[in-house]
């Protein structure tokens, strides 16, 4: 049974430190067998626009723009196994980019709560597994926090349960290609991926 993955790079800087980091884990994932990757860029070859926060979703179940991806994209979300953001820290939170899709995934929550509604079948609640990967130029202690908040509630509403969390981030890699020069971060990057393979096949039943 092949592992359905699904990525997001959200970075306004293309190819920089937080891209590159998704790549590592990505590149590892893949040597894996019976992996397939989805890769999306945002603001490249799929297009989120900000919430409207107008509710409508509640009645609809579903988001009233259709100017943009996003109603496809949350159906990739749905199908996934795997769904993994990168965001670099902008402002002591994610990047406008991935805050978009986030705030959007208030459709997400509609169905739940409000329509009732499952996001995904029961039986596949615990075999999904959410990854946000993210780098920062600064070395604060609380860095990631805001960014954290943001994503677990994003993974929440996705249907993936806090356990099945994982967090992959680097600081103090500010300039655009830091992150190449830094001692841990590919090696960190390869064995979550790997690993996060590994842990799916097994919620999947196929170790």
């Known amino acids: 049974m092949v592992i359905h993955v699904l990525a997001f790079a959200t ?13 590592y884990l990505l590149e590892a994932m893949a040597e894996e067998r019976e992996v397939a990757i989805t890769r999306h860029v945002l603001g490249e070859d799929i297009v989120i626009n900000p919430c409207r926060g107008c509710n409508a979703c509640e009645k609809l179940g579903r988001c009233i723009q259709t100017d943009d991806d996003l109603n496809d994209v949350l159906e990739e979300i749905v199908e996934a196994d795997c769904v993994v953001l990168a965001s670099p820290i902008f402002c002591m939170g994610l990047c406008a980019q991935a805050k978009a899709l986030v705030d959007r995934a208030q459709v997400f929550r509609s169905r739940k709560y409000v329509r009732h509604e499952p996001v995904v079948p029961p039986h596949r609640k615990e075999k999904r597994i959410g990854i946000f990967v993210s780098t920062a130029g600064q070395k604060w202690d609380i860095v990631f926090d805001g960014a954290v908040m943001s994503m677990d509630c994003f993974f929440h509403v996705s249907d993936i349960k806090k356990r099945n969390m994982r967090w992959l981030m680097i600081d103090g890699v500010d300039q655009k290609g830091a992150i190449e020069a830094h001692p841990t971060a590919k090696d960190q990057a390869r064995e979550m991926g790997a690993g996060v393979i ?10």
Do not use: F, I, M, Q
């Open 11 to 23: 970075s306004p800087r293309r190819h920089g430190n937080s891209e590159t980091l998704l790549d």
């Open 198 to 207: 590994r842990e799916l096949k097994e919620l999947k039943g196929e170790v």
